[in-house]
């Protein structure tokens, strides 16, 4: 029996997506971006603990640097893991302005969100810088969760495969399987953010699915499987059920809804391992 192309897609969508064996524990992060300071953080973060302790999903805050400190002692004893939002590929030296992640690692991070579309957009972040930090933060042990995703005139394009494909080639590079399946990737669709406007689940999943489908190119299925995409993008308490129930969505980064406890907990919530 010869199969068609098209069975040959949907038997390798199948293996790929989330199954009940799939193992991919959902995680939702709280991108603070530059907001909150110190004693905001750390009064948000003891009102959030508090609400999650039920939740059945990892949990994760990146507060501002200057945060870290503070808001990781506040985080003691709770299951909210704390994540930096950038971090410099370089251990030590004259980069002023910029932080090393052995600093981040004695303060708690666990996790370091690499290459934002702000970070892309308005700091001149490449696919070869983001690499550099992918390949830095895994050296130290900790978890990159790499964002990509089009920006809206990329996307009136028809270029939103051809970018996202591009972003994840770049920013994976040079990288191990089990490096990669170590990881969590965030697609975050740029005309999403801070926009209210939200991309179907359609199409979150059907963008997902091709990031999951990419990275068994690059790597083998087993790796594809095991590593957890967040959407991102205008993610609230109203439309998160619908997005993490997709195949192929394994959580979110959430930016504005993150800031209110109540509004990131409820989200925390719709999201449930299988
Ligand atoms: P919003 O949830 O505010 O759209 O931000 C998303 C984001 O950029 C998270 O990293």
Not at 15 to 44: C, D, F, Q, Y
Not at 87 to 97: D, I, L, N, R
Not at 167 to 190: F, H, I, K, N, T
Request: proline content about 4%; hydrophobic content about 45%.
């Amino acid at each position: 029996m010869r199969l068609t192309d098209n069975e040959i897609e949907a038997i390798a969508q199948k293996i790929v997506a989330k199954t009940p064996s799939s193992g991919r524990r959902p995680i939702v992060v709280g991108n603070w971006k530059m907001h909150k300071t110190p004693s905001e953080g750390e009064a948000l973060v003891r009102e959030l603990a508090a609400l999650v302790e039920t939740a059945d999903c990892e949990i994760g805050v990146a507060p501002a640097y200057p945060c870290l400190g503070q808001v990781g002692r506040a985080l003691g004893g709770s299951k909210i893991s704390l994540c930096a939002q950038n971090a410099y590929w370089e251990k030590a030296g004259a980069f002023t302005g910029e932080v090393a992640i052995g600093m981040l690692t004695e303060l708690g991070v666990s996790q370091v969100i690499i290459g934002h579309s702000e970070r892309r957009q308005f700091f001149g972040e490449t696919d070869e810088t983001v690499n550099l930090r992918a390949k830095a933060v895994l050296e130290a042990g900790l978890v990159p969760i790499l964002c990509v995703g089009e920006s809206l005139q990329e996307r009136d394009s028809g270029l939103t495969h051809a970018v996202v494909d591009r972003q994840v080639r770049g920013g994976l590079a040079d990288l191990s399987g089990s490096q990669v399946a170590g990881m969590v990737l965030a697609y975050e669709p740029v005309w999403a953010i801070g926009t209210g406007k939200v991309a179907t689940v359609e199409e979150a999943q059907e963008v997902h699915s091709v990031i999951r489908q990419l990275l068994a190119e690059l790597h083998d299925a087993p790796t594809a499987g095991a590593v957890r995409i967040q959407y991102g993008g205008s993610v609230k308490p109203d439309n998160a059920a619908q997005l993490l129930a997709q195949p192929d969505i394994d959580g979110a980064l959430v930016g504005g809804a993150a800031l209110k406890a109540t509004d990131f907990a409820a989200i925390c919530m719709a999201a449930k391992a299988e």
